[in-house]
């Protein structure tokens, strides 16, 4: 079982930055390939970034491409998401993700069916 716990969501105005953070349980989380996905009202739950679990891989939704940076440190058993030059639209409530399966396709990455755990979600919101 994997526990993951996010935090770091807020108020920002447009064109500011916030930093959320994932902690998760776990003792092989360098194992783990870790997501980011959010959700907007009224809409499905979507892709934003991973961090494969070994190669330093890393992969973005084009809507966040060049704004956003996901890293994690494996020693803190943490994920981050760099939020740069947030826009009104990126307004949602963002989850972590963990894919305990090793070896993936890389569509996997970008399919939320493909993890495994789910944090309890943190707002963000972006007035402009």
């Known amino acids: 079982q994997v526990q993951l716990v996010e935090s770091g969501g807020g108020l920002v105005q447009a064109g500011g930055s916030l930093r959320l953070s994932c902690a998760a349980s776990?003792?092989?989380?360098?194992?783990?390939?870790m997501g980011w996905f959010r959700q907007a009202p009224g809409k499905e739950r979507e892709f934003v970034a991973a961090?494969?679990?070994?190669?330093?891989?890393?992969y973005y939704a084009d809507s966040v491409k060049g704004r956003f940076t996901i890293s994690r440190d494996n020693a803190k058993n943490t994920v981050y998401l760099q939020m740069d030059r947030l826009k009104p639209e990126d307004t949602a409530v963002y989850y972590c993700?963990?894919?305990?399966?090793?070896?993936?396709?890389?569509?996997?990455?970008?399919?939320?069916?493909?993890?495994?755990?789910w944090g309890q979600g943190t707002q963000v919101t972006v007035s402009s």
């Open positions: 993700a963990a894919r305990t399966v090793r070896y993936s396709s890389v569509s996997d990455y970008y399919d939320r069916g493909a993890y495994d755990y």
């Open positions: 776990g003792r092989t989380f360098s194992s783990y390939t």
């Open positions: 961090s494969r679990w070994s190669g330093g891989m890393t």
